[in-house]
């Protein structure tokens, strides 16, 4: 008897059927997994971005200053103050400028301090080779002050009105004036800080004559030295 071609025809889509099904691992009975859908929640985190955040810094922004740019090289630390410089003059003493509130450029001074005696002689002059001596009332104070220890301070004063020999033995009175000056009075004796040989310290002038102010610039008051005598 020959069968229907129906039948072959059903035959045919069945046997299809399950290549089908063998081809695609689906006839074990277990569920296939379903592809990740795109953009979706697929319960894992996502991939990082590669590519990092768009407002990260470049290389060309640290180069024209960006917020990362290098700084400046740092700047060391300042120099350290040694002090006023030392100027010696005629006499062996430290020189230094004599100012006053209507002339800051008045005179020069020369101060000498004897490392034994502790003694202070002082000059005054228009030049600083002290060759125009500059001559005040001798009834004038000078006022020396220890810039950094201020009560440390005494007070110059012509040895007396007649003559005032300066230490080369001269007369320097004239007309009621004198331009030499000396600390302490040939009878009385220097404090010990004047008497220190290892005394090395910024002193300053100062004195009021006829209410106008007088007053150095800062210098080095230290002990003359043996090879510095007075002239």
């Given amino acids: 008897m020959s069968i229907p071609a129906a039948t072959h025809l059903h035959a045919l889509c069945t046997f299809a059927v399950v290549c089908l099904v063998v081809l695609t691992g689906c006839g074990d009975g277990k569920p296939s997994t379903p592809p990740p859908a795109v953009g979706g929640s697929t319960g894992m985190n996502p991939a990082p971005d590669e590519e990092g955040p768009e407002d990260a810094p470049t290389h060309d922004a640290e180069a ?10 740092e700047v060391g630390p300042p120099p350290v103050d040694v002090g006023p410089a030392i100027r010696y003059g005629p006499k062996g003493g430290i020189l230094a400028r004599l100012s006053r509130a209507d002339d800051p450029d008045y005179g ?12 202070v002689a002082l000059w005054l002059a228009r030049d600083p080779d002290m060759t125009e001596p500059l001559a005040l009332p001798v009834s004038t104070n000078i006022a020396l002050t220890l810039v950094e220890h201020e009560d440390r301070r005494v007070t110059l004063r012509p040895a007396d009105a007649v003559a005032n020999v300066d230490t080369s033995g001269q007369p320097t009175v004239r007309d009621g004036k004198t331009h030499y000056f000396v600390f302490p009075a040939p009878e009385a004796a220097p404090p010990a800080w004047l008497r220190d040989p290892k005394l090395d310290a910024v002193a300053r002038l100062s004195l009021l004559q006829d209410r106008i102010a007088y007053v150095s610039d800062d210098f080095a008051l230290r002990p003359a030295g043996d090879a510095k005598a007075s002239k």
């Fill in 64 to 73: 024209h200053g960006g917020p990362h740019a290098h700084q400046a090289d």
């Fill in 108 to 119: 020069w001074l020369e101060i000498r301090l004897d490392a034994a005696s502790g003694r």
